[in-house]
């Protein structure tokens, strides 16, 4: 018998174990948070690291941005806090931009786990609260201290003791305070069940400590994504796409050196700071960027210190991808949520017929609000409320699938039920459903945006905190595929409004919102007849839009007039 | 007086289960599954079976009936043509879903295709509000001109959502009357009868699925039922549902969404019984046959209930990979780890088992019918925990050298492995997939798996209990008799029951009493209506829900409410109630907060007798072994000398030390060594860890 084999076994069912924890921390965060984006959405990240602050294990429950960054967030804290410095019972908070998952609105919180005495893991969470005070939620800021409460790396619990203090500096500094504060307490809750888990583990297997089990993850992960990388064409690949920015377009430029088993993506060449909250900090630009190599390079090798050592991302200072404080970010997402599509320009020219085309990628979610100072004074006419309601266009046309519709990527939020926003808001959303054309024109199509129409069931009006993309600059295609629809945001009423800023729906008009599509892949007029047809039957594409754009003539029945096509397509 | 004979039949995919319970004794048979005309299988079983029993058709009393066809149409997507007529401007919302990749890191992830195609999502101009109040009303004569396009398309099945309809259903009602006094044949879903519940898409999807499988299943109950009482037999049959509870076919055509998954369910109410008669208030139900392995938790003998259910996931069991339905279910964690689950190692070097099977065909190699790939079933054989002569009751004979073929050429070469040692990674890497889904299912609610008892039935899990066991810090296990037809032997066992539901948020701090206690007698009518047609006289028994949560959040939890009049006075208990479930669930409960009730549910059920504990048993002594083979024990890291046995020659009192393994014909109970096994009054075998046992 081979006891080699079974360590080996053993070892590999313990790293399941590790993963299970995770997952475990994930959904007590999710089930006990209360901002929407957490609980609804799933906007978290859970992991578990070793007392050198590497990752070992991250649920995969959670959404790119905070998964990725949150990995390099524990070493800050260490760096404030040191291991030896820690007790039982710790916990520490932080919502640094920069330390953490880039914007005001994310607390992180990491807690040590003690076996006999000794540190032998820190857990790590983040949730986004709905509120951190500052100008609210839409990109007008112009520094990070327009944005909100500023929390540095600090202890939240000391032995098992809440830091009363902090919490009540906290109440007092944002809107919503009970609901931040109860998305505290789901942080600091998930860490301990996380801790409870990962020390029954080790009693079971008899595990002093980490090291040996944290070192094999490690080393396998990081040598699996090494092969992979190995695997494909090395050399080096630019790519540039130009997005709206707030008042001025933005571009975002990448390089991408494949080569000694490294991905190297530079980011030289993008637009510099903005004076507005869309700037991202390095930690966001790596997250998202790992993210979108990871999905393209070895989607299925899990998530820790040595998948994601192999991945090396660089950006000069001042630039939008790499703002320094204190640049506002609240807005973040903007530009973070646009970089897998660069990154897959330039992976397309390496390994083509591997990634999707350019989608809608930065979410179309929609943030209303009314109250004092903002839509009016609070006089008692109009009920105040705020609400984040999750929405995206359409995704980029796959190398052999379209694209999906009004879904989002590479950020993994889920919708809020109308039905839900409608009974905590003086809302009424009078339509919600896909946009027709907007999926852009290829062999394979991108997938739809959608359409939403909004009024309040009040005689007040109600204000957009508006951060919207696509809207000037649409996602193109590849490989001679057609770009997706632009999105628009109009008022029912004619006016046009801005894609970034707070604005102001007037009583009794509608807001309407309409999301952009997806690019295509591939020529159009190469696509299936009988797959145009269906989406013309469907009400997906218009008859003149099949004509037009793909050269499939149909006949009054919508099936395929053969000859016509023929006709068309030979032109 | 003996009791009249009761029979239960249970239609799984591969093979229709049969128990006649007599006086005298039970009988089953196993009968292959007719999918074509299921109730071909059924009418030839019950043939046979009371032939067999030599009881009269005339003289039974009962037939208890669950059956998987839903599920089937579902997941093969074989129901009705049917259409959707909704809120104009909401078309889409089946479509559109949750707006959420399940699947983070796939770039070719694809979501389930609604079960109406857009071009049959209908829609009409009407609109509520939150509130009820009706902002635009329904345009009748807009739902009149759908009437061409219904018969044009040949629709056999109409779903009808619309927005907040949970509030309000008149316009649905309305809808529907329209609809019918047009197309009498047509069969009408509205979702608020179905789930008068808040979430759109969620009720969307659940009156879509209803509509969808209810031609299908009107058709087949009405064949059924003739060939039932052409064959004389004229007991009333009542069907099992997907909450353990039963309900009479009229239920069942309107409704037949509530009996997908029935036949887990009815396994999940014997290992229930199971429980209570080996004293376990803290068990876990573990049933793992070809494709799948189910773990329900149970306390208190109560199987954890649930409103929300995925059928038909698609793409390795994820959650949000299916359709959802919110319907009341016995709450279990799926996984794919089964018998045929197969093995193979990724690209990190590390073995994975699952979730694709080989299912029965081709099925695992050791079967010989063309399976190639090593699945779990081969590492059994190869561990020795299987006897290849003696599968199946010796009618499958299995090719052990096609196993160990397979496990080496995939999993055992590769890796650098002996053939054991791989085998037995195969076994570990299964094992702790069930076991982790177990905590990560039991810590979504605020329960802990160690210390239960666990309840192996299926034709795989007396091979795994023991070490999944081990992995859960689980001490005793409970094999009962006739475990490869668990389900059927359940449905004997369930009440006949209804849940019904209603949507009202209501704040903690304005407590309306009057308000909840008329819903409560609203619901109370509602649910007796439906049990009294299938149990005019007996007692019943109702558990009041609430679902709760800090005012501001997005998942509500569980309360179970006192079954009586409320008064003002009952806040602070019903805030004391939610403080204590939450403090339950997530350890500790947040400070000042308003609290808020969003849904209310009542079930109601026949009262059933107190389940007696199994009475104690004198030891006698064990007939030797019938033989002895070699079996890997994977703690010992070694192949040991195991005696087997014959579980038919197994009397109460008997007890066995491991390592042994029993031998029935639809499984195998492993005993490793430094356990014992003893047999109980009631014929179930119960390992327990020596020093421990009894």
């Known amino acids: 018998m081979s006891n080699e084999g079974l360590t080996d076994i053993r070892r590999q069912v313990m790293w399941n174990r590790l993963l299970a924890v995770v997952e475990e921390q994930a959904q007590t965060l999710v089930r006990t948070a209360f901002s929407t984006s957490a609980r609804e959405a799933g906007d978290i990240s859970a992991g578990v690291f070793d007392p050198e602050g590497r990752m070992l294990a991250q649920a995969v429950t959670g959404t790119p941005g905070h998964v990725n960054s949150m990995a390099r967030a524990v070493v800050h804290f260490l760096d404030v806090f040191p291991a030896r410095e820690m007790r039982p019972g710790d916990a520490y908070i932080t919502n640094d931009p920069w330390k953490g998952t880039g914007h005001l609105h994310d607390f992180t919180l990491v807690s040590p786990t003690f076996v006999d005495d000794r540190l032998v893991a820190l857990f790590a969470s983040t949730t986004h609260v709905v509120d951190i005070g500052g100008i609210g939620l839409s990109p007008d800021s112009r520094q990070v201290f327009h944005e909100g409460l500023y929390v540095p790396i600090t202890p939240v619990m000391r032995e098992g003791r809440v830091e009363e203090w902090l919490l009540n500096l906290v109440r007092h500094n944002v809107r919503e305070p009970e609901q931040v504060e109860g998305d505290i307490y789901a942080l600091i809750a998930c860490n301990e069940i996380g801790s409870d888990r990962l020390r029954a583990m080790m009693a079971e297997y008899d595990l002093p400590v980490l090291d040996a089990l944290g070192g094999h993850i490690i080393e396998a992960s990081q040598r699996a994504m090494e092969a992979a990388i190995d695997a494909l064409p090395q050399g080096r690949w630019r790519d540039e796409m130009r997005i709206d920015g707030y008042d001025s377009p933005i571009d975002l430029v990448a390089t991408v050196t494949i080569g000694g088993g490294e991905i190297l993506v530079d980011f030289d060449g993008s637009s510099p700071v903005s004076d507005r909250g869309i700037n991202c900090p390095m930690c966001y630009t790596e997250a998202y960027t790992a993210f979108g190599v990871k999905c393209a390079v070895a989607p299925a090798i899990p998530n820790n210190a040595g998948s994601l050592a192999p991945i090396r991302v ?22 973070g949520h646009m970089l897998p599509d660069v990154v897959f320009g330039c992976l397309n020219q390496a390994v083509p017929g591997r990634v999707p085309a350019e989608g809608t990628s930065n979410l179309w979610n929609v943030k209303l609000g009314a109250g004092h100072g903002m839509t009016g004074l609070s006089d008692g006419s109009a009920t105040p409320f705020m609400v984040t309601s999750f929405h995206s266009g359409g995704a980029g046309a796959r190398p052999a699938q379209d694209g999906l519709s009004a879904t989002p990527f590479p950020s993994g939020v889920r919708n809020v039920p109308i039905e839900i926003t409608e009974a905590i808001t003086p809302l009424v959303i009078w339509r919600k459903d896909l946009r027709t054309d907007s999926g852009g024109p290829g062999r394979e199509r991108g997938g739809l945006g959608q359409v939403m129409e909004i009024s309040s069931r009040e005689a007040a009006p109600f204000g957009i905190f508006a951060s919207f993309e696509r809207v000037h600059h649409p996602a193109r295609g590849r490989d001679g595929g057609a770009p997706g629809a632009n999105g628009r945001v109009r008022l029912a009423s004619g006016t046009e409004l801005r894609h970034k800023g707070f604005q102001t729906i007037p009583a009794g008009d509608r807001l309407i919102v309409e999301m952009p599509g997806g690019g295509g892949i591939g020529e159009a007029g190469t696509r299936d007849t009988a797959r145009v047809a269906a989406d013309v039957r469907a009400g997906l594409v218009t008859r003149d839009a099949a004509e037009r754009d793909y050269g499939v003539v149909l006949d009054d029945r919508l099936e395929v007039d053969e000859d016509g096509t023929a006709t068309a397509r030979s032109d | 007086m003996s009791p009249a004979p009761r029979m239960a039949v249970d239609i799984g995919g591969t093979f229709t289960d049969l128990v006649l319970e007599t006086a005298d004794g039970d009988v089953s048979l196993k009968v292959p599954t007719t999918p074509d005309a299921p109730e071909v299988a059924v009418l030839e079983g019950v043939g046979r079976l009371l032939g067999e029993a030599a ?18 149409a579902l997941i093969e997507r074989k129901g009705a043509r049917t259409a959707l ?25 694809e979501r ?11 829609t009409v101009p009407e609109r509520r509000a939150a509130d009820g109040e009706v902002l635009l009303p329904l345009d009748e004569q807009a739902v009149r001109d759908l009437l061409p396009v219904l018969q044009a398309e040949n629709i056999e099945a109409v779903a009808i959502c619309f927005l907040h309809s949970y509030v309000d259903d008149a316009h649905e009602v309305r809808c529907a009357e329209i609809l019918a006094q047009a197309m009498p044949d047509l069969a009408i879903t509205r979702s608020a009868e179905v789930c008068p519940e808040i979430r759109e898409y969620e009720r969307m999807s659940t009156a879509i699925a209803n509509a969808y499988v209810q031609p299908l299943m009107a058709g087949y109950l009405g064949r059924l039922e003739a060939g039932l009482a052409a064959m004389g037999l004229a007991a009333p049959l009542l069907m099992m549902m997907s909450s353990g509870g039963v309900t009479t076919v009229e239920t069942a055509r309107a409704l037949p969404i509530r009996l997908v998954e029935s036949g887990p369910a009815g396994g999940v109410i014997l290992a229930r019984d199971v429980a209570a008669e080996n004293g376990a208030a803290r068990a876990l139900s573990f049933d793992m046959g070809g494709t799948t392995a189910k773990l329900t938790l149970i306390d208190d003998y109560r199987p954890q209930h649930s409103r929300s259910f995925e059928v038909a996931r698609a793409y390795r069991f994820l959650k949000g990979s299916g359709l959802p339905l919110r319907i009341p279910v016995i709450d279990m964690v ?50 020795g925990r299987i006897d290849p002569e003696n599968f199946a009751g010796g009618h499958i004979a299995l090719d052990a050298d096609a196993a160990a073929g397979a496990i080496s050429r995939d999993v055992a070469e590769p890796l650098s492995l002996p053939l054991e040692t791989a085998a037995a990674g195969i076994a570990e890497i299964v094992d702790e997939t069930m076991a982790n889904a ?60 209804y849940e019904v539901v209603r949507t009202r948020l209501a704040r903690l701090a304005a407590f309306d009493a009057a308000m909840v206690n008329d819903l409560f007698a609203e619901m109370q009518a509602e649910a007796e209506a439906v049990v009294r047609l299938g149990a005019p006289d007996a007692p019943l028994e109702a558990l009041r829900i609430a679902f709760m949560r800090y005012r501001g959040q997005g998942h509500e939890i569980t309360v179970e409410l006192p079954e009586r009049d409320y008064g003002a006075g009952d806040r602070e208990l019903l805030h004391e109630l939610f403080e204590a479930r939450y403090r339950d669930l997530f350890g500790r409960v947040i400070p000042k907060l308003e609290v808020e009730i969003l849904t209310w549910t009542l079930s109601l059920a026949t009262r059933r007798d107190e389940i007696q504990a199994a009475p104690p048993t004198p030891s006698i002594a064990a007939p030797p072994p019938s033989g002895s083979r070699m079996l890997f024990d994977p703690l010992a890291e070694a192949a040991v000398e195991a005696t087997i046995h014959d579980r038919t020659a197994l009397a109460p009192g008997m007890r066995l030390a491991g390592p042994a393994v029993i031998v029935e014909e639809q499984t195998t109970t492993v005993v490793p060594a430094g356990f014992a096994a003893t047999i109980n009054s009631l014929a179930q075998i119960v390992i327990e860890r020596e020093g421990q046992a009894a």
């Open chain 2, 334 to 383: 799926e996984i794919g780890a089964g018998g045929g689950s197969i093995a193979r190692i990724d690209a990190l070097r590390r073995i994975t088992v699952g979730p694709d099977s080989a299912g029965a065909d081709p099925g695992p190699a050791a079967y010989g019918q063309g399976g190639e790939a090593p699945t779990v079933t081969d590492a059994d054989v190869a561990l």
């Open chain 2, 85 to 109: 007529i909704t809120t104009e401007g909401f078309r889409d919302s089946v479509e559109i879903a949750y707006e959420h990749r399940f699947e983070q890191y796939d770039l070719y992830m």
């Open chain 2, 438 to 497: 177990a905590r990560v299912h039991a810590v979504e609610h605020g329960k802990d798996v160690g210390g239960r008892v666990l309840i192996a039935f299926g034709g795989a899990a007396p091979l795994h209990a023991a070490r999944l066991a081990e992995k859960l810090g689980i001490e005793r296990i409970v094999v009962p008799a006739g475990a490869g037809v668990g389900s059927a032997y359940g449905f004997l066992r369930a009440p006949i029951g």
């Open chain 2, 55 to 72: 009881v009269a058709p005339g003289a039974v009393a009962l037939v208890i009936h669950g059956t998987t066809l839903a599920t089937n």
């Open chain 2, 112 to 122: 389930p295709p609604p079960l109406v195609p857009r071009e049959l999502r209908l």
């Open chain 1, 314 to 335: 660089t950006a000069p200072e001042n630039t939008i991808v790499n703002a320094p404080p204190p640049a506002a970010v609240v807005a973040r997402s903007t530009i």
